[in-house]
């Protein structure tokens, strides 16, 4: 004979899927909540993980993208796509713009795989990351001089290389920026007065910077300076130098003006 369940047996059991059908939507809640289900652990064969983070970095998701390809190398760090996926990571992590993982990751690479066909785009990332993270020249430059020696790092180790020719270029600009460091602080000394410390800025932008675009400003501000200091000889040179490498620069009709009205015995050109 077959007994019916009693009607508190019954009770129970209902109860009791209740609140696993609860609990079961409360997991899926905090799921939702944290990471992605496919970025959590799940042990997967690495040509389904590897494919399943390069989706998530072609529609957009590079977060979610970096963790997976973390997951390939946790996962299966002696398998061919793990060195592939350290380098991908590096660069989800460089597109979600956590510049300071996207840097571990490359360093990560270049420690383990040094002389891998690869190596010059990790070396040129992390160059990158510095360069992006560049601030106004009113800002510490701590960063800016990171991104100009990781940027000559590339150069020195891949001189032929295209990644070479783009960090010529990024170190164009990145010395233009620093020039315009030194040159904000060169006319907040001058403003205020300090004509010596305002001179050593200017004649730094002059020494090390003279390919760049702030230049003939500096040497004008030379004069201005040298001229307040009463040392119109001093003047002089530097709006001699200027005339010789800029002469029809509006810097150095100004410097003659400068010149001609403090210091007339002068020749300034």
């Known amino acids: 004979m077959i007994l019916s369940p009693s009607p508190n047996r019954s009770r129970l059991r209902l109860a009791f899927l209740a609140c696993a059908s ?11 909540r944290g990471k992605a289900v496919d970025t ?8 389904t993980l590897y494919f399943a983070a390069k989706d998530r970095l072609d529609r957009g998701q590079p977060k979610q993208a970096a963790a997976l390809f973390d997951e390939v190398e946790r996962q299966h760090p002696y398998s061919p796509w793990a060195r592939r996926a350290q380098l991908m990571s590096a660069f989800s992590y460089y597109m979600a713009k956590d510049y300071n993982k996207s840097v571990q990751s490359a360093q990560r690479f270049l420690q383990i795989h040094p002389g891998n066909k690869d190596a010059p785009y990790a070396y040129y990332l992390i160059a990158l990351c510095y360069y992006e993270q560049i601030s106004d020249v009113t800002r510490d430059q701590k960063i800016t001089e990171q991104a100009l020696r990781t940027l000559n790092e590339v150069v020195r180790r891949y001189p032929t290389t295209s990644y070479a020719s783009d960090a010529k270029l990024k170190i164009d600009l990145v010395n233009d920026h620093l020039a315009g460091k030194e040159m904000e602080i060169g006319r907040y000394y001058e403003r205020s007065g300090r004509w010596l410390s305002a001179a050593l800025r200017f004649r730094t932008v002059v020494d090390k910077f003279q390919q760049t675009s702030h230049a003939p400003e500096a040497l004008f501000r030379l004069v201005e300076t040298y001229l307040s200091l009463g040392v119109p000889a001093e003047a002089q040179k530097a709006a001699a130098v200027l005339g010789a490498n800029y002469p029809g620069n509006e810097w150095y009709q100004r410097a003659y003006k400068l010149m001609n009205k403090y210091a007339p015995s002068t020749n300034a050109t």
């Not at 609860?22 to 905090?30: D, E, F, K, R």
């Open 40 to 47: 959590a652990y799940v042990a997967r064969d690495v040509d």
């Open 22 to 32: 609860v609990a079961a939507a409360l997991t899926a809640g905090c799921a939702g």
